[in-house]
């Protein structure tokens, strides 16, 4: 993507990113997930979603399934979204862990996904059923890394569950030179069922503490509080108030916690953690000075009780990311040369910056306004083969429209650069 000029004004941007955790309990998704995703908030306007969720059905004949389809809840989400101009960035699964991040397409061309990984820690590190799943990425030049993570159960295996935290982060690394160690991103975003437990304090006081809507008397007790207090690398992660009743463990279909013979205390397991990359003149003692012009505003954390069809309530956490962009304009600028006719291939003009490194695998799409993934392409071309003129810095190539009935869709076109493994591009609508 094309530097900033040091003589240009830079304009600070306001980004609104809301982040899911839910662990679904094998469950499929329920018929409205307006709420979670704050889709009737009239006075929100989001621009990405990061969704994480835990325990999604792994059995052997929905694994098959997920492998040659999309998940249900991968389709879900991009069944609602889509509509709202929503486009599926990138997305990572380990067993029962998903990771899923969603964007509005005007974005497109200044996200670039560096890499995905996912790191099991469960039975020694051999099995994916707890762990962590990562995605990499550079939004407007800035360093971005995403954990979803499930951690070990119980209230006994806290030192397990800090044990699975550091692993988590100890692999969150690259040999690649051009990707920094993850404590160097300007931003981590980290959360999940981390199944962080209240010490010491007996089932009728908890219960009857969040009956009376009490929840500081248990902040004292809560196992990554008291942790945050003693280890000075996870101090560094912040975390809102904690304003909401404990996530777990309710009855199945209802508000009720859990009524079997266990009768687990109830704890918030379910955790949105951020740190901002601390720069050197910061003493230890004030973690939140993030890298210039890069700042995060917390504006909700909140638990979702309408939603029953597991035995964890979803959590969701509202960010202001506020931002000077380091990159001041798309790799490639896209011209369609006229509107989708059945008649003829359509013509497309694009030019390059002078950094941008092309590829023979490279493509152009042409999508529908409401696509829902990169792959929801109409037709596409490949660049270096379909070539037919360059001159004054302006490429041509022809796509195949024959497919194409005659609409009143609006169109959009996406350049997708394999070196970069991202879209590159995008045209206005037409």
């Known amino acids: 993507m094309a530097a900033m000029n040091p003589q240009t004004e830079l304009r600070v941007r306001t980004l609104s990113i809301h982040v899911v955790t839910w662990n679904v309990a094998s469950a499929a998704p329920p018929p409205d997930l307006s709420d979670l995703l704050q889709l009737n908030n009239l006075n929100l306007n989001l621009d990405v979603y990061v969704i994480g969720l835990q325990e999604m059905n792994c059995g052997i004949m929905s694994l098959l399934s997920d492998t040659a389809f999309e998940d249900p809840w991968s389709s879900f989400f991009m069944d609602v979204l889509s509509p709202l101009s929503f486009v599926k960035v990138s997305s990572v699964r380990m067993q029962g862990l998903l990771l899923l991040i969603f964007a509005k397409y005007q974005h497109l061309p200044f996200i670039q996904i560096l ?7 469960g039975l020694f590190g051999y099995w994916g059923n707890k762990g962590g799943v990562n ?23 806290n030192d397990q569950r800090l044990e699975h935290f550091d692993r988590i982060l100890e692999m969150q690394n690259f040999e690649a030179q051009d990707i920094p160690n993850i404590l160097d991103h300007d931003l981590i975003l980290w959360f999940g069922d981390m199944n962080f437990r209240i010490e010491d304090f007996g089932l009728h006081f908890v219960r009857e503490s969040i009956k009376n809507q009490c929840y500081s008397d248990l902040w004292e007790k809560d196992q990554l509080s008291i942790a945050k207090r003693h280890d000075p690398l996870l101090r560094e992660f912040q975390e809102g108030p904690l304003l909401f009743p404990p996530t777990y ?9 859990d009524t079997s013979e266990k009768k687990r205390k109830p704890a918030w397991t379910d955790r949105i953690l ?10 230890i003692h004030t973690p939140t000075l993030s890298a210039p012009h890069f700042t995060l505003f917390l504006r909700s954390y909140v638990s979702h009780m309408l939603y029953s069809v597991s035995d964890h309530k979803p959590v969701t956490s509202t960010f202001d990311l506020e931002l000077k962009p380091l990159v001041s304009a798309p790799l490639i600028t896209l011209l369609p040369e006229s509107r989708c006719t059945t008649e003829c291939d359509m013509l497309i003009s694009y030019s390059l910056t002078a950094d941008f490194l092309s590829s023979p695998w490279d493509w152009i799409g042409l999508y529908k306004v409401g696509l829902r993934h990169i792959n929801d392409y109409v037709s596409y071309v490949w660049v270096r083969d379909n070539q037919v003129s360059f001159s004054d810095g302006l490429n041509q190539v022809y796509i195949d429209i024959s497919d194409i009935r005659e609409t009143e869709d609006q169109f959009l076109l996406f350049y997708y650069s394999n070196n970069l493994h991202s879209v590159v591009g995008i045209s206005t609508p037409f």
């Open 274 to 283: 951020w740190r901002l990359k601390r720069q050197p003149q910061a003493a």
């Open 135 to 157: 995605i990499f990425l550079k939004f407007y030049g800035y360093y971005v890394s995403i954990v979803n993570c499930h951690l070990p159960p119980h209230v006994a295996n």
């Open 249 to 257: 463990k309710f009855d199945k279909n209802s508000n009720n916690y």
């Open 115 to 121: 890499s995905t990984k996912s790191t099991p820690t």
